[in-house]
């Protein structure tokens, strides 16, 4: 034994850093754990690098056990990525909310941010968001309003919609080229037929609402509710339907006439009563539409209002 430790001495004195390979450390290693007077054995390194090659070892052995498995959370399905690229392509004018209302009436629970991820992105700004009012008895409350339509021959026609504040429901409209006072108060007769009247009647301070109008609304039961002069934000349901009329309708096709405008909105007034998802109604249509699981079929889209939108549903 006193000749092996003169002979290490030797080798300590002509090698100042002997050259081990990676199954001399292992060996170590090994050793480390079985025996417990390891480091008496040991003369040629310390006890310390045996410690370091162990640890370095065991960092190792977890950084490729975190490689070849899976981290994370579980990637979506590629059927639900590719339907939200899908929807996302072809209606170029949905949000994040409307595509997540879309999905979960298919059957799939997506986040939000889960749609952001994936839809397509576009150049448009985003839209402004609106601000609901006059909760309390909103099943009472009707609104109107006029918005104007520019043709192709270049005329100005008069749209008047009635909208009803519990359901969102354009429940009557007409259009024309010269609206009268006789004239404006006639859609909201054939609205509300019999005892069906709402019990408010919002509108704006249009001159065209004159002593005729107001008696006949009154007549009819209705007690008539005026916004503050230049102040649209006090009548916010029926001027957010205007909106939507002219940025999912309006601003994408041609008007010819009269006929032609009316043909338009009634597409779209069936399209937004039967199709389109509403946040303020739990986001769905205003006819309900019920929630599709998978099990029911395939995917198919409906081309609605032209082809300017779709409405997706399952198919056997």
């Not at 754990?33 to 052995?61: A, G, M």
């Not at 059927?79 to 209606?91: A, G, H, P, Y």
């Not at 949000?95 to 994936?118: C, F, H, M, W």
């Amino acid at each position: 034994m006193l000749a092996l430790y003169q002979q290490l001495a030797v080798l300590q004195r002509s090698i100042p850093r002997p050259r081990l390979r990676n199954r001399d450390r292992l060996f170590w290693i090994v050793l480390a754990r079985l025996s417990d007077d390891w480091r008496f054995w040991l003369k040629i390194v310390k006890p310390e690098s045996v410690t370091r090659w162990q640890q370095r070892r065991f960092k190792s052995y977890w950084q490729w056990k975190c490689k070849t498995g899976r981290v994370g959370r579980p990637k979506l399905e590629k059927e639900v990525r590719q339907l939200i690229r899908r929807m996302s392509r072809e209606n170029v004018f949905w949000r994040i909310r409307r595509i997540q209302s879309e999905l979960r009436l298919l059957g799939y629970d997506v986040a939000a941010s889960t749609v952001s991820k994936y839809k397509v992105r576009g150049n448009r700004p985003p839209s402004q968001s609106w601000e609901a009012f006059l909760k309390n008895h909103v099943g009472e409350i009707a609104a109107i309003d006029f918005f104007t339509v520019p043709t192709a021959p270049f005329r100005i026609l008069y749209c008047l919609v009635v909208l009803c504040h519990d359901r969102r429901q354009v429940v009557h409209f007409n259009v024309t080229a010269h609206p009268t006072e006789q004239w404006t108060v006639q859609p909201v007769i054939e609205a509300f037929p019999y005892d069906q009247a709402p019990q408010y009647l919002l509108r704006d301070r249009d001159g065209i609402y004159g002593d005729f109008f107001r008696g006949r609304v009154q007549g009819m039961g209705m007690r008539e509710v005026r916004i503050s002069p230049r102040s649209p934000g006090q009548n916010p349901f029926v001027e957010r339907v205007v909106g939507s009329i002219r940025r999912e309708c309006l601003d994408h096709v041609m008007v010819l006439g009269e006929r032609h405008l009316k043909r338009i909105l009634t597409a779209y007034f069936s399209y937004y009563h039967e199709c389109r998802p509403h946040s303020s109604l739990e986001r769905n249509s205003p006819m309900p539409r019920e929630v599709e699981p998978p099990a029911q079929g395939r995917i198919v889209a409906i081309p609605q209002v032209g082809g300017i939108h779709h409405r997706y549903q399952r198919v056997a």
